[in-house]
């Protein structure tokens, strides 16, 4: 089945301690992208990829890293998370970030920065 | 960058009537796309209806069609004979090479 996988779903911390979020998607996908929703603002971009070893910040790439290693795989690394990075994560990809393509969106990760 | 914008943040229709969610966006680009997606409480995100802004004719798509104005910037979701599964955020989108998304309508269908 094609998809994105996305993990994990649910993650509490607290401030200051390093997490990866994961996600890798079996499409063959070139582009894929980072989401944060916030209510009242939508989904925001935090990074994107439009290949391999290719990463470009988005609206808010601030405390967040990633990295394209493999054409599947686009981790979030939080290095020193911080309580304004509670928010809803999503992962997505499509076959290019061009024109009219759908992107595939991972279930997201609802995380908690104490 | 475009930009995107839907004033309603929240809506409520009654089962089997029909409501149109606003969407306009700004962009200096003159190809691009749109879309709606849909997030139900789930949180999967689904894609609803996608339209080229260079068609003129409106999209649809069962119960859901748009309503494209161009030259006004604007890009309206309609639902027809809402059913209590259309309950969900829906967010509008703009494509050209770079998606940007709304802020989302919270629609409730009544029965």
């Known amino acids: 089945e094609a998809q994105v996988t996305q993990n994990p779903r649910y993650l509490i911390t607290v401030t200051g301690k390093k997490l990866t979020v994961t996600c890798s998607q079996n499409m063959n996908h070139e582009y894929m992208s980072w989401y944060r929703q916030d209510p009242g603002l939508g989904l925001r971009q935090i990074y994107y990829s439009m290949n391999v070893e290719v990463t470009d910040k988005g609206d808010v790439p601030e405390g967040y890293k990633v990295s394209r290693k493999e054409k599947r795989n686009f981790p979030l690394i939080l290095e020193s998370p911080s309580p304004n990075q509670t928010s809803l994560y999503f992962c997505?990809?499509?076959?290019?970030?061009?024109?009219?393509?759908?992107?595939?969106f991972g279930s997201g990760t609802q995380l908690s920065v104490l | 960058a475009q930009t995107v914008t839907q004033s309603q943040p929240e809506m409520s229709v009654q089962e089997a009537e029909t409501v149109t969610l606003s969407c306009t966006y700004d962009t200096s680009e003159s190809n691009y796309y749109l879309f709606w997606y849909k997030q139900p409480p789930s949180r999967q995100m689904i894609l609803v209806i996608r339209?080229?802004?260079?068609?003129?004719q409106n999209a649809t798509e069962n119960r859901f069609s748009v309503n494209f104005q161009k030259a006004a910037k604007s890009f309206s979701l309609k639902i027809s004979d809402s059913q209590l599964g259309d309950t969900a955020m829906y967010f509008c989108a703009c494509n050209n090479n770079d998606m940007r998304f709304g802020a989302g309508t919270r629609l409730t269908v009544k029965p």
């Open positions: 339209q080229e802004a260079y068609k003129q």
């Open positions: 997505a990809s499509s076959l290019s970030q061009w024109g009219n393509e759908k992107l595939f």
